[in-house]
C-alpha cells in the first residue's frame, strides 16, 4: 500500500469536506461548526491544522497507536495459553471467572471472547432459546420451591453416574440439593426433610410428573366417588404437612429450576473436576459451600421480605412422615407379608390393619392406631412334609358272564340278522 495513500472514515470526510469549505469562504467558521456539531473554537484549531499538515491532520493523533489501558501482550499470551490447557470447555464469562479466582488475572469476560474469536479458538458458547411467555415470580421467600431431578454424569469419568436432587426458591432463586444414587421416593423424602430442616416447611412445591411426585394409579370407585385421585406417596407426605403440591405440565413450565440444572451442568461439573471430587458423599459435602457462593452470585432480592417457611412445630415427628406408607392385613397367626418377606409381630392387636413405615434412614416399622408393634423378620420358613403319595391300583377290566341278558340279546341279534352280514 502506498504511504501517500489516507484512510478516514465516514465522520472524518465530511468533517474535511467542511473545513476545507470554511477555508476557501465558502461558509463561516459557525456555520462549519454547527454542520459538524462541534463549537466554533474547535474549528478553528481544526483549520490551523489543515493548514499545516494538511488532508492528514483532520485524522485524530491517537489513530494506530496502542491504547495506554491496553493489557500487554505477555499476559494476552499467558492467558490464552491458560485457557487452551486448563480450561478448553469453559465459556468466556466462566473462564475470566477462573482466571481471576485461581490465577489472579482480572480479564473482562467481553475481552476474552475478542481474544478467542481473534485467535480462532473454539469457545463454549450459550445456546438460542425459543421464546416462552415469562412468568412473574413469587414475591416471598419460601411462597414456591421448584423440584426436580437430574441424572447426569457428574463426575465425569472419575465417578459414577448419579443423581442430584435440587430445589430453589422461586422469589430469591437460592437453590438446594443433594446427590443420590437414583431418583425415587426415598431421596425425594430425604432432600426435603433435609431442606426442611435447613429452612422450614415452605407453602408450596413446583414439580413435573414424574412417577415419584404423581402417582400412576387409576382411581378407586370410592376416590371416584369422593372425587379424589390417588397421592404418591410424596404428595402424601406433603399433604400431611399442608404443603401444596403443583404439577407442571411441560419441562419449559419449571424454567427456573430447569436453567439452573443447565448452569450446573456447566458450572458445577468443572467446579469439581477443578476440586478432583469423586464420589456422592465428596460431592455432597462441597455442595453447600457452592450453594451458598451461587446464591450470593446469582440470587436476586425477593420483593416482599417476609418469610413464608414454616418452622417444625415441638412434638411433630417429620420421619414418620416423610416415609413410605404401607397398609397390610395381619394373618391369623400374626404375621404381615410385604414386598416379599414375612414378618412376625410380637405383639397381640384387636385389628386386622397395620401400617408398615419405611423410613429413609432405612429401617421399618409396623404401625398400629399410631403405636409402633415389636416384630421380627421370619428369615427361614418351616419346610412342608413331604406325604408320600400312593399309586393307585390298576384295575381289571370287567368281563360280562355268559349268561348276561346284554350277551344273549347281541347273540339272537346275529342269529336272525345272519343271512344280512
Excluded at 115 to 141: A, C, M, N, T
Excluded at 213 to 235: C, D, F, N, R, V
Aim: with cysteine.
Amino acid at each position: 500500500m502506498r504511504e501517500d495513500i489516507i484512510s478516514m472514515s465516514q465522520r472524518e470526510l465530511k468533517r474535511l469536506h467542511l473545513i476545507k469549505k470554511a477555508l476557501e469562504k465558502e461558509i463561516t467558521q459557525e456555520m462549519a461548526a454547527e454542520l459538524i456539531g462541534i463549537s466554533s473554537r474547535q474549528v478553528r484549531r481544526l483549520i490551523q491544522t489543515v493548514r499545516r499538515e494538511g488532508d492528514r491532520g483532520i485524522i485524530h493523533k491517537l489513530r494506530g497507536r496502542e491504547s495506554n489501558r491496553a493489557i500487554a501482550l505477555e499476559i494476552k499470551e499467558k492467558v490464552l495459553s491458560l485457557y487452551q490447557k486448563k480450561y478448553p470447555d469453559f465459556g468466556p464469562t466462566l473462564g475470566s471467572e477462573k482466571l481471576w479466582e485461581r490465577h489472579k488475572i482480572k480479564i473482562n469476560d467481553e475481552t476474552l471472547r475478542l481474544w478467542l474469536i481473534d485467535q480462532v479458538i473454539e469457545y463454549q458458547g450459550r445456546k438460542k432459546r425459543p421464546h416462552r411467555q415469562w412468568r412473574e415470580r413469587k414475591e416471598s421467600f419460601g411462597e414456591m420451591l421448584q423440584l426436580d431431578g437430574s441424572r447426569h454424569k457428574w463426575f465425569e469419568e472419575r465417578g459414577p453416574e448419579s443423581v442430584l436432587m435440587c430445589y430453589i426458591d422461586d422469589a430469591t432463586g437460592r437453590p438446594y440439593g443433594r446427590f443420590y444414587e437414583y431418583e425415587g421416593t426415598l431421596p425425594a423424602l430425604d432432600s426435603f426433610k433435609r431442606y426442611s430442616q435447613k429452612y422450614g416447611v415452605p407453602a408450596s412445591v413446583y414439580l413435573d410428573k414424574h412417577s415419584t411426585y404423581k402417582s400412576t394409579k387409576e382411581a378407586t370407585i370410592e376416590e371416584q366417588l369422593q372425587g379424589l385421585e390417588p397421592l404418591s406417596q410424596y404428595e402424601r407426605a406433603l399433604k400431611e404437612l399442608e404443603v401444596d403440591v403443583i404439577h407442571a405440565h411441560s419441562p419449559q413450565a419449571k424454567g427456573r429450576i430447569e436453567r439452573l440444572f443447565r448452569s450446573l451442568q456447566n458450572r458445577l461439573i468443572k467446579e469439581m473436576r477443578l476440586r478432583r471430587i469423586k464420589s456422592i458423599a465428596e460431592a455432597n459435602k462441597f455442595l453447600p459451600k457452592y450453594f451458598s457462593w451461587y446464591a450470593r452470585r446469582f440470587g436476586v432480592k425477593p420483593a416482599k421480605s417476609t418469610n413464608l417457611h414454616r418452622q417444625i412445630a415441638a412434638g411433630v415427628d417429620l420421619d414418620q412422615i416423610l416415609c413410605i406408607k404401607t397398609s397390610r392385613v395381619v394373618r391369623n397367626d400374626f404375621t404381615v407379608a410385604h414386598e416379599g418377606k414375612l414378618y412376625q409381630i410380637k405383639d397381640n392387636i384387636g385389628g386386622k390393619g397395620v401400617v408398615i413405615e419405611e423410613r429413609v434412614n432405612g429401617r421399618k416399622y409396623i404401625n398400629y392406631q399410631g403405636k409402633h408393634l415389636r416384630f421380627k423378620e421370619i428369615t427361614t420358613r418351616p419346610e412342608k412334609i413331604q406325604q408320600e403319595v400312593k399309586k393307585p391300583k390298576a384295575r381289571r377290566p370287567y368281563i360280562l358272564p355268559k349268561d348276561h341278558p346284554w350277551r344273549q340279546s347281541i347273540h339272537a341279534f346275529f342269529k336272525e340278522n345272519r343271512g344280512s352280514f
